[in-house]
């Protein structure tokens, strides 16, 4: 993990630096040295491995180190990082130090046992300290940072995707830091969308400063370490301070620093800083821009952030997220955040022993919209609906539609989950619709401002016949078989092989043994026996000859996953 690279005494985490020398030792960073233009070039290019066929353990972080834009301008010593914070979850586990399977319990830990910051005196991310004439005058400020155009031919400007937006609770003094789009209008001006729908920290402050009629302190973080950058996205409650949470992931304090023209820390070792206050009595169009819902968000009202310092490191790299349709960047990096809390908010805070497993569905849904509950067979019907309430209501804006299906469901793969609810699903028994749910982040085209839940029981209810595909042992044969013949590599979907359900005896389990030895003329005279008059076809033999064999229940439906 992170002991790849040696950091500085008294340090427990990598800064944005040593992540990209552990990324390139796992060959998971590509170095493009040629000059890219960030405004046309940088994000279209870094899209294709979401859009082109590539695998998501294949995915990789860019590293620009020669950003030019379509004025045929040169950004000497800054460079441009895309896809390097979760372009895949092998990455994002290398920014937590921890592996695949442990992000969970990481993210669990960490919300559990937060570490307050440590306050340093001096920090690389001020290195360089701008102010006056320095940020305000033309070409300089926001002018001379190579932030990237996230959507060229739709979006109006650069935007900041990955600035980690510092307020601070005028009340309470707990700092909130979150993810928030930032629209540039000028070398010394930015517009910000800090989302009202889902009562955004950010949000809750400025409006406590517009009722004292002050302006908001703000500064956004440029090329934070990873596990700072992580808790931008994370949905934690009001009132909790994300560095000390980030100090949990990293087990010790993170390193802060007071900002040189605002009452703010950030992080020591960031490599940007943009400083300076929010108005709270203007507002200015903001938009359009390319959102992770997978729409353009049209142009709209939003909050006027004028800068008064950048602070910078000699030689710094900015970070610029890949959103827009999902997957992305984007979606990775929440779905591996949000799917351990809400697991950890049914199966422990509910007490709904039950449930196995939380998904969110990512392709073009940006995890919001379709919630999976994974539950074990035979769960009582009182606890499926307990998940499926508890699920929709974790956040204002998650969950529109939740699936409770069984473990033999793969909720990776969402034609899977259709199968489930067209065949294990009764619409007027097993589909609940509940009024007033957020929209959230979602275009602004309904009707109403609120939209409604739907929760649909999609679990076994009774045994059913087993899955029609041929049985694991002739699988795994034909397997080796496909290998021997050199055809092409397989990537195995599930189900790949056939399972009971209950419905199955031990009866038509010797026929099938006998059909695959090639005896099935024995099975033709056995059913010959059987024949009986009838004035109608299509009867079950089970209703004609009920003293028969019986089904049995399954054991080995969770095994296909």
């Not at 040629?34 to 870094?46: A, C, G, W, Y």
Request: aromatic residues 6%; contains cysteine; glycine residues 6%.
């Amino acid at each position: 993990m992170n002991d790849m690279v040696k950091r500085p005494q008294g340090r427990s985490y990598s800064d944005l630096q040593d992540h990209l020398s552990i990324l390139e030792k796992n060959n998971l960073l590509n170095t493009i040295a040629r000059s890219i233009n960030k405004d046309t070039e940088v994000h279209p290019l870094v899209r294709w491995q979401f859009c082109g066929g590539i695998a998501e353990d294949e995915r990789k972080g860019f590293l620009f180190t020669a950003v030019s834009d379509s004025k045929n301008r040169a950004y000497d010593r800054t460079q441009v990082a895309v896809g390097v914070l979760s372009a895949n979850p092998q990455i994002y586990a290398l920014g937590m130090n921890c592996s695949i399977d442990q992000i969970g319990k990481a993210w669990i830990d960490a919300i559990a046992n937060p570490v307050a910051p440590r306050v340093v005196d001096s920090a690389a991310c001020q290195e360089i300290v701008l102010t006056g004439k320095d940020v305000s005058d033309p070409g300089k400020g926001l002018e001379a940072l190579p932030i990237p155009v996230s959507t060229p031919g739709f979006d109006v400007a650069p935007y900041l995707t990955a600035g980690l937006w510092i307020t601070r609770d005028p009340d309470t003094g707990v700092q909130n830091m979150g993810v928030y789009r930032g629209n540039l209008k000028a070398a010394d001006r930015l517009c910000v969308m800090m989302e009202k729908a889902t009562l955004a920290g950010g949000y809750v402050h400025w409006t406590k400063y517009r009722d004292r009629n002050e302006p908001m302190p703000f500064a956004v973080v440029l090329g934070a370490p990873p596990v700072v950058e992580f808790l931008g996205p994370q949905k934690l409650p009001i009132g909790v301070d994300e560095l000390t949470v980030a100090g949990g992931l990293a087990k010790g304090p993170i390193n802060v620093v007071k900002c040189r023209t605002v009452d703010l820390l950030v992080p020591a070792e960031a490599n940007v800083v943009i400083e300076g206050l929010i108005d709270t009595e203007t507002l200015e169009p903001e938009g359009p821009f390319g959102e992770s819902h997978g729409y353009m968000q049209i142009e709209e009202y939003n909050m006027i952030a004028r800068v008064t310092a950048i602070t910078r490191r000699k030689d710094a790299i900015i970070t610029s997220i890949i959103s827009q349709v999902t997957p992305s960047e984007s979606s990775v990096i929440k779905k591996l955040a949000y799917e351990p809390l809400f697991l950890e908010h049914l199966r422990d805070r509910l007490n709904i022993k039950s449930v196995k497993r939380v998904s969110l569905h990512e392709p073009w849904t940006n995890l919001r919209k379709f919630v999976f509950v994974t539950l074990e067979r035979g769960a009582a019907k009182t606890e499926v609906w307990r998940a499926l309430a508890g699920a929709s209501s974790l956040q204002p804006a998650i969950g529109k539609f939740c699936v409770a299906i069984n473990e033999d469901v793969n909720p990776d793969n969402a034609n899977h989950v259709l199968w489930a609810i067209a065949y294990r699903c009764n619409p007027v028994d097993d589909i609940q619709i509940v009024n007033y749910k957020s929209a959230g982040h979602a275009p602004r085209t309904a009707a109403s401002p609120l939209e409604s839940i739907v929760l649909i029981d999609a679990t076994l209810k009774v045994d059913f016949p087993p899955v029609a595909l041929p049985k694991r042992e002739y699988m795994e044969n034909a397997k080796r078989l496909w290998a021997e013949l050199g055809l092409p590599p397989l990537k195995p979907e599930s189900p790949w092989f056939g399972y009971s359900l209950g419905e199955w005896n031990d009866d038509w389990d010797k026929r099938a043994s006998l059909a695959a030895a090639g005896d099935w003329l024995l099975n033709g005279l056995d059913s010959a026996k059987r024949a009986r008059a009838m004035r109608e076809p299509n009867v079950t033999v089970s209703d004609v000859l009920p003293d028969g064999p019986q089904s049995t229940r399954a054991t080995d439906a969770k095994t296909n996953l």
